[in-house]
């Protein structure tokens, strides 16, 4: 697992050369007189803030101007984000969930990991794992109802998605639906995918 905190502070040029290992997990290194391929397959996670000052959506602390946000954001290119599956939001947790953890109701590991593991058997049992499916696998085990093809399309051209991204939003939406015991890919698991597309979409609410 390679983990970036802070990602728009990386060089840009470090970030866009992690997108041919993403890829295809490998990495290839050109000396003058040589090349060498090695083996690169590593689980991406990132950390970021919102905005420079990590305060974006609560208009009371943060004082960065829409451009400065921007500039932020267009650090991290369409190409490179295309090839990360999910992005999240995570919310600051407030007050009384912090002083109080024992109210909540919360899911054990063991019970996670039960599920995840019932959730790779069923990818298992169809030959690959969803991440390693190819694009003719995905269109046999990633149909869609018409009317979801439809949404999904719009989605697609809203937020400027390319063909790759919707290939990954697929992959993400076939593991909700093994997640939830499903044969089928459902509504709700396709939008639940492309709910993790965030920050496309912040991207493109502050384009103009
Ligand atoms: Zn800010």
Not at 86 to 107: A, D, I, S, T, Y
Not at 148 to 161: F, I, P, S
């Amino acid at each position: 697992m390679l983990f970036l905190d802070e990602l728009p502070e990386f060089d840009r040029h470090v970030l866009e050369v992690l997108r041919e290992p993403l890829e295809s997990g490998r990495v290839t290194i050109s000396r003058a007189a040589s090349q060498a391929e090695f083996p690169a397959r590593f689980q991406l996670v990132a950390a970021m803030n919102p905005c420079p000052c990590g305060y974006y959506g609560n208009p009371e602390r943060c004082r960065c101007t829409p451009l400065e946000v921007r500039r932020y954001l267009n650090k991290l290119s369409g190409p490179f984000l295309d090839r990360i599956d999910m992005h999240v939001e995570v919310p600051p947790v407030p007050k009384e969930q912090l002083l109080n953890p024992r109210g909540q109701q919360e899911v054990g590991s063991a019970e996670v990991r039960q599920k995840v593991d019932m959730a790779r058997d069923r990818q298992q049992q169809r030959g690959r794992l969803n991440h390693q499916l190819s694009p003719q696998e995905i269109q046999q085990h990633c149909a869609l109802a018409d009317a979801d093809r439809q949404l999904l399309e719009t989605a697609l051209d809203k937020l400027g998605l390319s063909a790759r991204a919707c290939h990954r939003i697929l992959r993400v939406a076939r593991t909700i639906a093994d997640l939830s015991q499903s044969d089928n890919i459902g509504r709700s698991h396709l939008l639940e995918a492309l709910s993790y597309r965030r920050l496309e979409r912040l991207q493109q609410a502050l384009a103009f």
